[in-house]
Protein backbone atom coordinates (compact mmCIF):
# COMPACT_ATOMS: atom_id res chain seq x y z
CA UNK A 1 0.00 0.00 0.00
CA UNK A 2 1.42 3.58 -0.84
CA UNK A 3 0.87 6.66 1.66
CA UNK A 4 1.50 10.07 0.67
CA UNK A 5 4.31 11.75 2.39
CA UNK A 6 3.89 15.25 3.73
CA UNK A 7 7.25 17.36 4.39
CA UNK A 8 7.71 20.00 7.35
CA UNK A 9 11.18 21.59 6.58
CA UNK A 10 11.54 23.71 8.94
CA UNK A 11 11.47 20.38 11.36
CA UNK A 12 12.91 18.54 9.88
CA UNK A 13 9.97 16.01 10.01
CA UNK A 14 7.56 14.42 7.48
CA UNK A 15 4.10 13.02 8.59
CA UNK A 16 2.70 9.99 6.59
CA UNK A 17 -1.31 9.48 6.51
CA UNK A 18 -2.04 6.19 7.52
CA UNK A 19 -5.87 6.82 7.59
CA UNK A 20 -7.16 10.40 8.82
CA UNK A 21 -7.00 8.47 12.83
CA UNK A 22 -3.38 7.67 12.32
CA UNK A 23 -0.06 9.61 11.23
CA UNK A 24 3.19 8.40 11.44
CA UNK A 25 6.07 10.85 11.79
CA UNK A 26 9.62 10.57 11.51
CA UNK A 27 12.76 12.36 10.13
CA UNK A 28 13.22 13.70 6.79
CA UNK A 29 16.16 11.85 5.43
CA UNK A 30 18.03 15.10 3.99
CA UNK A 31 17.98 16.44 8.07
CA UNK A 32 20.67 14.01 8.94
CA UNK A 33 22.09 12.81 5.29
CA UNK A 34 25.40 14.74 6.73
CA UNK A 35 25.60 12.69 10.00
CA UNK A 36 27.72 9.44 9.39
CA UNK A 37 25.50 7.71 11.89
CA UNK A 38 23.11 8.04 14.86
CA UNK A 39 24.88 7.70 18.13
CA UNK A 40 21.73 8.88 20.56
CA UNK A 41 18.19 9.48 20.08
CA UNK A 42 15.68 10.60 22.60
CA UNK A 43 11.98 11.52 22.77
CA UNK A 44 10.68 14.77 23.84
CA UNK A 45 6.85 13.61 24.18
CA UNK A 46 5.40 10.86 25.73
CA UNK A 47 2.57 8.41 24.84
CA UNK A 48 -0.58 10.23 25.28
CA UNK A 49 0.54 14.30 25.00
CA UNK A 50 -0.30 16.00 23.26
CA UNK A 51 1.53 17.95 20.82
CA UNK A 52 1.49 21.30 18.63
CA UNK A 53 2.61 21.67 15.30
CA UNK A 54 5.69 23.02 15.43
CA UNK A 55 6.68 21.37 19.01
CA UNK A 56 9.70 19.36 19.34
CA UNK A 57 9.27 15.59 19.95
CA UNK A 58 12.48 13.74 19.22
CA UNK A 59 16.08 14.58 19.21
CA UNK A 60 18.96 13.29 17.14
CA UNK A 61 22.23 12.99 17.84
CA UNK A 62 25.94 12.22 16.53
CA UNK A 63 28.98 13.48 19.15
CA UNK A 64 28.06 16.88 19.90
CA UNK A 65 25.79 17.28 16.83
CA UNK A 66 21.74 17.28 18.06
CA UNK A 67 19.29 17.80 15.36
CA UNK A 68 15.82 18.55 17.06
CA UNK A 69 12.63 17.19 15.65
CA UNK A 70 9.44 18.55 15.16
CA UNK A 71 6.07 17.38 15.10
CA UNK A 72 5.04 18.26 11.48
CA UNK A 73 0.74 18.30 12.69
CA UNK A 74 -1.07 19.02 16.02
CA UNK A 75 -2.52 15.35 17.70
CA UNK A 76 -2.33 13.34 20.36
CA UNK A 77 0.84 10.90 20.32
CA UNK A 78 -0.36 7.20 20.31
CA UNK A 79 2.03 5.55 19.88
CA UNK A 80 6.65 5.79 20.10
CA UNK A 81 8.99 3.47 17.95
CA UNK A 82 10.59 2.73 21.28
CA UNK A 83 12.63 0.00 19.20
CA UNK A 84 15.07 3.15 18.07
CA UNK A 85 16.15 3.76 22.03
CA UNK A 86 17.61 0.36 22.08
CA UNK A 87 18.39 0.82 17.87
CA UNK A 88 18.69 4.37 16.36
CA UNK A 89 19.94 2.67 13.47
CA UNK A 90 16.86 2.88 11.23
CA UNK A 91 16.54 6.31 11.48
CA UNK A 92 19.42 6.61 9.42
CA UNK A 93 18.63 3.61 7.18
CA UNK A 94 15.26 3.53 6.40
CA UNK A 95 13.93 7.21 8.07
CA UNK A 96 10.52 7.09 5.84
CA UNK A 97 9.73 3.03 6.71
CA UNK A 98 10.87 1.35 9.79
CA UNK A 99 12.84 4.61 10.84
CA UNK A 100 9.10 6.42 12.25
CA UNK A 101 9.32 7.94 15.50
CA UNK A 102 5.65 8.29 16.69
CA UNK A 103 2.52 8.12 15.61
CA UNK A 104 -0.31 10.65 15.97
CA UNK A 105 -3.88 10.91 16.34
CA UNK A 106 -4.19 14.16 14.11
CA UNK A 107 -6.06 17.23 15.85
CA UNK A 108 -6.48 19.74 12.46
CA UNK A 109 -5.53 17.24 9.89
CA UNK A 110 -6.93 18.95 6.54
CA UNK A 111 -6.01 22.20 8.09
CA UNK A 112 -2.54 21.73 9.02
CA UNK A 113 -1.64 19.45 5.68
CA UNK A 114 -2.12 22.72 3.58
CA UNK A 115 0.55 23.99 5.52
CA UNK A 116 3.03 21.23 4.47
CA UNK A 117 4.98 20.29 1.47
CA UNK A 118 3.58 17.17 -0.41
CA UNK A 119 5.61 14.49 -1.44
CA UNK A 120 4.65 11.93 -3.26
Known sequence: MSFRIYVWRKGNSWAKVI??????VGVLPEAI??????TAFNFLVTKNS???QGSRI???MYKKTVIFIESP???????????????PLPIKADPLNEGWL???KPEKLLE????L????
Open 73 to 87: LSGTVIELNEKLLKD
Open 19 to 24: DKEVVA
Open 33 to 38: KGLPTI
Open 117 to 120: EERI
Open 50 to 52: FVK
Open 58 to 60: ASV
Open 102 to 104: IRL
Open 112 to 115: ELKI
